[in-house]
């Protein structure tokens, strides 16, 4: 069963369609019934959408890409508490 910090680690691959279909699932069943999830999912989704939007074809700078994850990880990381 896939819990917070699990889900969060694959979601990039979740995004890239790279996940196994069995992985896939235990995700979509944890994303079912955890809002804090559902909603670092839409915003990761949402920030993809954006980058890839300001990017177009061109691929992001490592150090971009970086800072973004950078960001993203430690607010979520620092703000999930084990409830
Ligand atoms: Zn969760």
Redesign the pocket.
């Known amino acids: 069963m896939a ?2 910090n699990e ?2 680690r694959e979601l990039d691959r979740f995004l890239d369609n790279e996940l196994a279909s069995e992985v896939l699932g235990e995700m979509m069943e ?2 079912d019934q ?1 809002v ?2 559902q909603q ?1 999912f839409e915003f990761h989704a949402e920030l993809r959408a954006v980058v890839k939007k300001a990017a177009g074809d061109e691929p992001l700078p490592d150090s971009l890409l970086g800072r973004i994850k950078q960001c993203f990880g430690t607010d979520l990381t620092v703000d999930t508490d084990q409830a």
Do not use: G, Q, V
Request: glycine share 0%; hydrophobic share 30%.
């Open positions: 819990d917070c889900t969060l944890h994303l955890c804090d999830c670092a």
